[in-house]
């Protein structure tokens, strides 16, 4: 969400649950920490894929959420205050949703 003159602030839709999301982050990032030792330590290979499964999960969880949000707040709120840049917003989601159909 931009803002409309450089005194306004820029409130992100995930705002609200920042440090949810750090957490949750930081905990990934310990799930691809834990894969890169299972490969230094010669792991079996389908253990490593049930990790990597795992992690891939978690960060579509992140990205489901933040996209949510978006929806909810930064859509919701150019609807209200400037419904021709609602369009916009809802055409940024939709590609947002393509990439991560995609991946």
Do not use: F, N
């Not at 949810?20 to 490969?39: A, F, S």
Request: glycine share 6%; proline share 1%.
């Amino acid at each position: 969400m931009a803002t409309m003159d450089s005194d306004a602030v820029v409130t992100r839709g995930y705002s609200m649950t920042k440090e949810d999301y750090q957490k949750r982050l930081r905990r990934i990032e310990g799930q691809v920490r834990g894969l890169q030792r299972m490969i230094d330590e010669d792991v079996y290979c389908i253990d490593i894929l049930t990790q990597v499964s795992a992690a891939t999960k978690a960060l579509q969880s992140v990205a489901v959420g933040l996209l949510d949000q978006h929806v909810r707040h930064c859509v919701g709120h150019a609807m209200q205050d400037d419904p021709g840049h609602a369009d916009d917003m809802v055409t940024e989601a939709t590609r947002a949703i393509e990439r991560l159909l995609k991946s």
